[in-house]
């Protein structure tokens, strides 16, 4: 089994360890993983660098189930899986993942403008077993504005026509709560753009509109306390404020705005800068608002478990080159491309989603989250931090030192959400 394992992670020595009674994987000192529900098979098998330290393994439970279901697939012993999870053990000796995939209720994904450019990147990916796994049957609840819906009837065709084994049910609708309908996940990527001579304080306020009217929706139709909200539209940070306020029954931990791909971007940078890999890299953090204000920090990024700062030796670089490239992304993708960063975009979404789900285990990533006032943020507002996913939960990385510069830099970009916040404060009940 360890050896089909090896193959198919294309790792060619490993030592056994065992994880839990029931769990044993391959362990090697080459860090090449996957997270669960990676195209590249129904678990990614995660590896810790402190576990090497003998710190133990941390596995969350979504992971840890996904982590069995493969490796029995894989070393035939289905008899284990059959007294655990009720599925017949001639379905995993099949490794009939569709057949699994049927027997399973679906985990409901409600997206909003899903006929603008993010939305067609991302239904695919979320179809196809990407954020899940393709054992993990899914429903896509798809809203969209009245006049575009046509549009979003050939979306639907084609989703049905790709034929993917996990997609279980579409709903298609132009009413809010009907689209939230007892739904798991709320991806909130339709929002206003901005046009030609229109002011930046009317396109936070048309936004806000948009987001008080789903939050609301959200209250009545999600499953309060099991539902969970990641905003993509912008501005992200205080749609996410305004929909979690008109959404009382929902806590606002189970809200968050994206900004993983202010993170993956810094740390692609990081990779290019030092021809590290992405394994390497751990502790990089996106501080503040999905906006040109926001932080990218490197001062407790590990390289190869050495300080970023050490390894880099440039701080030149980093003040004038590292952090505007992150900051100003967007633009200079829309200026090479012509549109927007929406593959980049709707990957991002998949990564932040599948982490609330599985679990970071351990590993630092970044998600604007509700501030209780951490590190001096106004308490409210939704702030990227530096957080740890774990039992779908999001716990920002406590205790770390702050300078007078980063201080600095996060004062910033608070003041920008607070500006923000400010501007729909009319949107803003309870
Ligand atoms: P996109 O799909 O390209 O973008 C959607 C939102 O994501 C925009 O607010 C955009 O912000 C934001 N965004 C965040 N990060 C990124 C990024 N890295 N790259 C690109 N965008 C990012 O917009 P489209 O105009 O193509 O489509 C929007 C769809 O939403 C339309 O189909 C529209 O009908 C729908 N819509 C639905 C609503 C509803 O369901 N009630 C309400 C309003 C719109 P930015 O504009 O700053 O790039």
Redesign the pocket.
Known sequence: MLSQLCTKFRSTSYNLATVSKNITMPSTPRRTFFLPGDNNGPVGLYNDRDYWKGKGFVLDENAKKALEEYIAIQSKTYDSLEKKYGVSADLWRNADYRLIADQRPPIKVAV????????YALLWRIASGSLFGPTVPVSLHL???PA?LP?VKGVEMELRDSAFPVLKDIVIT?N?EKAFEGVDYALL??????TAGMERADLLLK?AE?FA??GKALNRAAKGKDTRVLV???P?NTNALIAQRNAPNIPPENFSA?TR?DHNRGLAQLKLKTGATLNDIEKFVIWGN?SATQFPDVSYTLINGKPAREVLNDDNWVEKTFIPCVQKR?AE?IAARGS???A??AS?LIDGTRDWHYGTQNKWTSAAVYSNGEYGITKGLYFSYPVIYQGKKATIVKDLQISEYQREKLKATEKELLQERDGVAKHLPN
């Open positions: 909003t403008g899903v006929a603008g450019a993010i939305g809203l969209e504005l575009i549009k132009d809010a990527v339709g929002a206003q753009p901005r936004n948009i009217t789903q993509v539209g912008n992200a994206i791909l999905h967007g993708v927007s960063s929406a980049s975009a991002a």
